[in-house]
């Protein structure tokens, strides 16, 4: 026994040390960017979207080795599955009560609107598929960690994500300054406002600064909104796997690859327990501390793994995408509020 056991255990160390420097590096980036938080502009940015932006600095200004790649791959994709599955503990269903069936059923309107529009749009300007549903998911939903998951579900290029995430970067921010000038325009206040916010703008944070805005009423009401498009990532991702593997190659496609992924099962799993209470403080308020850091590390990796001459070949049309997509949600649903005046 002994003697099977000695290269069992020789072979693990030599896949974690294989890990380790990439592992070592991302965790850096990942410390670094919580610091920069202290830096008055990039204190706005939310850690995901500073880390992809400092793992893209570092390495196309530093460069990194072969020997990093291992741990890199496996913080971009790993590590991001089991971030967004860690999701699911700060989602809970009642939070759908506080705007009502309404309130509900316009974040879906908008979710699916935008997200359609977004892949028409994307295939008129030519822009690549992925690259399309990644804007159309972190427009639609939830910005950085929409963007996140349906990557894991798609697996593009990373960088299409970094493409994706500065793009909803500068929308977003462009929001939180252009609403609340949009609501001493329109005269739109309190729930009305707020629920305007929560159904339209990208990020949380960005949602949390623009809402706040319009009052504590507003901000509160922009929260919960947000709250409840956050839980539509998960029906979005099983319909993309879905739609994907009909596309690929129907049945045979099916034997070969999950329909639902592990990560989204995960998902729906951990917000229902958390639903009925049945996830005790001690466990979950660490995990709710956790996820942040993992998710950032998870876009750090992404960052890592992003060449800035192959961004730019991209070039302008999917920037037009998603400024296009931006204006689309916070046109349509500014019109489904107005219904609730």
């Avoid at 879906?108 to 598929?129: C, M, P």
Wanted: aromatic content about 6%; glycine content about 10%.
């Amino acid at each position: 026994m002994s003697d099977i056991a000695a290269p069992l255990d020789t072979r693990a160390k030599s896949a974690i040390a294989g890990y380790l420097p990439g592992l070592v590096l991302v965790a850096v980036i990942t410390a670094s960017v919580y610091g920069l938080r202290h830096i008055p502009f990039v204190s706005q940015l939310s850690p995901m979207i500073s880390a992809i932006f400092v793992g893209m600095l570092f390495a196309n200004v530093v460069g990194t080795n072969v020997s990093s790649s291992p741990g890199i791959s496996i913080s971009g994709k790993k590590l991001l599955r089991l971030a967004v599955a860690l999701l699911g503990v700060q989602i809970s269903f009642t939070q759908l009560g506080e705007i009502g069936v309404r309130g509900v059923g316009f974040a879906a309107l908008a979710l699916g609107s935008t997200f359609l529009f977004t892949i028409w749009a994307g295939r008129l300007l030519g822009v690549d598929r992925n690259l399309a549903q990644l804007l159309a998911a972190g427009t639609s939903i939830c910005g950085a960690s929409a963007i996140a998951a349906t990557n894991a579900t798609i697996g593009a290029d990373d960088e299409d994500v970094s493409y994706a995430v500065a793009c909803i970067t500068l929308f977003g921010t462009l929001a939180m300054f252009l609403f609340p000038l949009a609501m001493l325009a329109t005269g739109l206040a309190g729930k009305s406002y707020g629920l305007w916010i929560g159904l339209s703008v990208h990020e949380v944070a960005q949602v949390v600064g623009a809402g706040f805005q319009g009052g504590t009423e507003a901000g509160e009401i922009a929260v919960v909104t947000k709250l409840a498009r956050v839980m539509m990532l998960a029906p979005l991702v099983i319909a993309l796997s879905v739609v994907r593997s009909k596309v690929s190659g129907g049945a045979k496609s099916a034997g070969r690859t999950q329909l639902v992924p592990h990560f989204v099962i995960g998902f729906l799993v951990l917000a229902a327990l958390n639903s009925f209470g049945v996830i005790p403080d001690a466990i979950r308020k660490p995990i709710v501390t956790a996820t942040p850091i993992l998710l950032t590390a998870a876009m750090a990796a992404l960052g890592l793994g992003t060449s800035i001459s192959k961004l730019k070949k991209h070039g302008l049309p999917p920037l037009l995408l998603a400024a296009l997509a931006s204006l689309f949600i916070a046109g349509l649903t500014f019109a489904l509020v107005m219904l609730t005046l």
